[in-house]
């Protein structure tokens, strides 16, 4: 079955910086868009950043434009999350979601594929 292997997650202080990675099994990116979600307990899951498969369009939530930054690189075929000054309430499961013919960048049901999510904990 097609999915994404993320990698990256792991406990940070406030303030810190984490890179994720998400490579897909099965499938190239290269035609897809691509993005991350993370889902904290008790919570909806919800759209973080988004890239696009054609011109590289980026989106990101209010809460992380200016510290979270995503990127592609076709040629490893890897998609990338670099997180900085990270907060508290950034703590959460992070998904990387791959969609063909994903037109809101934000609404998980638009999304094909998905991984198995990696832990990100930002605590003191």
């Known amino acids: 079955q097609l999915h994404f292997v993320e990698s990256g997650g792991g406990l940070v202080q406030p303030g810190g910086s984490l890179r994720l990675s998400c490579t897909p099994s099965?499938?190239?990116?290269?035609?897809?868009?691509i993005a991350w979600f993370r889902q904290a307990p008790g919570k909806e899951r919800e759209g973080v950043s988004g890239i696009g498969f054609s011109d590289d369009i980026t989106n990101y939530a209010d809460s992380v434009k200016g510290r979270f930054s995503i990127s592609r690189d076709n040629a490893k075929n890897t998609v990338y999350l670099q997180m900085n000054s990270l907060k508290v309430e950034d703590t959460g499961v992070y998904f990387c979601?791959?969609?063909?013919?994903?037109?809101?960048?934000?609404?998980?049901?638009?999304?094909?594929?998905w991984g198995q999510g990696t832990q990100v904990t930002v605590s003191s």
């Open positions: 979601a791959a969609g063909y013919d994903a037109d809101t960048w934000n609404v998980p049901e638009e999304y094909d594929y």
């Open positions: 099965g499938f190239n990116i290269d035609y897809y868009a």
